[in-house]
T-cell receptor, first 115, second 115 residues
Framework: AQSVAQPEDQVNVAEGNPLTVKCTYSVSGNPYLFWYVQYPNRGLQFLLKYITGDNLVKGSYGFEAEFNKSQTSFHLKKPSALVSDSALYFCAVRDIGTGFQKLVFGTGTRLLVSP | EAEVAQSPRYKITEKSQAVAFWCDPISGHATLYWYRQILGQGPELLVQFQDESVVDDSQLPKDRFSAERLKGVDSTLKIQPAELGDSAMYLC?????????????FGSGTQLSVL
């Protein structure tokens, strides 16, 4: 079965600095990978996805993610963090090698951007 | 922008009572999902509908949980009887199609507390 690991419970970064939120995955086939963000008392919002093609994917709010097949990683990045980026970030994967493609989420990483 | 509507926003109940949550997906979205998010964890799929049919309910505790989407539009998730371990955020999501690369749109969720 597919799985996702987010090794950091929390990432702290100063405003204006680059940020990285890590994600690794495990699938039997080929992965479809997603990042979602959750603000307090809100549902999840889609940020970006990787299906095929370019390994660098650009998404909403200036975020991007790099797919690395050899390292089975899909880290989320932003060149310059904003205080308003502080939220809970979830990586998710669909294994398109299996019959039913359930979307499986990681445990989440809390991003705290300090002024 | 269209949103997924959920109600109630908060629900407090005593164990052994029945509770019900309602979800209205974005108009035209054929696929509807119910997720459970326990504090500190990522969302876990409980049930997925394609129109009015259940596609996956493998993680739904069927002895106490039930879900329906009678006319293929809005949906209700019921718990009877509620247990202390059911305390969680219940998220509804929808997507236009059930294809693997489709992004999900989430509602704000129902926060359930079982006392």
């Amino acid at each position: 079965a597919q799985s996702v690991a987010q090794p950091e419970d929390q990432v702290n970064v100063a405003e204006g600095n680059p940020l990285t939120v890590k994600c690794t995955y495990s699938v039997s086939g080929n992965p479809y990978l997603f990042w979602y963000v959750q603000y307090p008392n809100r549902g999840l919002q889609f940020l970006l996805k990787y299906i095929t093609g370019d390994n660098l994917v650009k998404g909403s709010y200036g975020f991007e993610a790099e797919f690395n097949k050899s390292q089975t990683s899909f880290h989320l990045k932003k060149p310059s963090a904003l205080v308003s980026d502080s939220a809970l970030y979830f990586c998710a994967v669909r294994d398109i090698g299996t019959g039913f493609q359930k979307l499986v989420f990681g445990t989440g990483t809390r991003l705290l951007v300090s002024p | 922008e269209a949103e997924v509507a959920q109600s109630p926003r908060y629900k407090i109940t005593e164990k052994s009572q029945a509770v019900a949550f309602w979800c209205d997906p974005i108009s035209g979205h054929a696929t509807l999902y119910w997720y459970r998010q326990i504090l500190g964890q990522g969302p876990e799929l409980l049930v997925q509908f394609q129109d009015e049919s259940v596609v996956d309910d493998s993680q739904l505790p069927k002895d106490r949980f039930s879900a329906e989407r009678l006319k293929g539009v809005d949906s209700t998730l019921k718990i009877q009887p509620a247990e202390l371990g059911d305390s969680a955020m219940y998220l509804c999501a929808s997507s236009l199609r059930p294809t693997p690369g489709e992004k999900l749109f989430f509602g704000s969720g129902t926060q359930l507390s079982v006392l």
